[in-house]
């Protein structure tokens, strides 16, 4: 799926509004959306506009009344019996990976787009743009470790800026933890390298009240 990526992301602050504005309102509230396939485009929108909310929501109705029982994608047909078309079940696949990990620009992010309702969990072996592998484990919405394979150096990893400490261990040792500037509100990014496989482990601050 072509979202523009690159603009998007240079008029971030200018297109969130609108562009969010315009899905919950002309698509969703209008109640043009019928077709799972439809739902799966928003939640691939809501993925790359950093809308969790709006994931949620897409989500819930993906999984909910246009899933059978064995969550395969079904396609309303008014009057007739609704009808498998695969095509809710790839989108919405594609939606749920991008709502964990992202790649594009030269910029891996974890957790970008996390539903409020993921409070925990961790997911392996996602493959992004680049050739890069990804394994995160996240607890109370706040990653927790990362194992990143990456296929080459130079990449900017962008994490949620919760103020936990990262340790960073690369192929060759321990490595300093230097930010990078250009991380949009509430992130931050941290620049890898050397290709080959990292580990970034995060520890909350002494009294963090959530300790």
């Known amino acids: 799926m072509d979202h523009r990526q690159q603009r998007v992301e240079r008029h971030r602050i200018e297109l969130d509004g609108p562009a969010t504005r315009f899905v919950d309102r002309f698509l969703i509230g209008n109640g043009t959306l019928g077709a799972a396939l439809d739902i799966a485009w928003v939640l691939c929108l809501a993925a790359r506009l950093r809308d969790p909310g709006l994931a949620s929501e897409a989500l819930d109705t993906l999984l909910g009344p246009l899933s059978s029982a064995s969550l395969l994608d079904l396609h309303p047909m008014g009057d007739l019996d609704d009808v498998f078309q695969i095509d809710g079940n790839l989108g919405g696949t ?62 900017l990893v962008e994490l949620p800026d919760d103020g936990s400490m990262i340790t960073i261990t690369g192929p060759g040792g321990v490595l300093p933890t230097r930010l990078e500037d250009g991380a949009p509100a509430g992130r931050r990014r941290i620049r890898l390298d050397e290709p080959g496989v990292h580990r970034l482990e995060f520890a909350r601050p002494p009294g963090d009240p959530e300790d």
């Open 94 to 155: 594609a939606g749920v990976v991008e709502l964990l990990v992202q790649g594009h620009g030269g910029v891996l992010s974890l957790l970008p787009t996390l539903p409020t309702e993921w409070s925990a969990g961790r997911f392996r072996g996602f493959r992004v743009r680049g050739g890069h592998v990804a394994d995160v484990e996240w607890s109370r919405h706040r990653p927790v470790a990362a194992t990143l394979l990456l296929a080459a150096g130079g990449v």
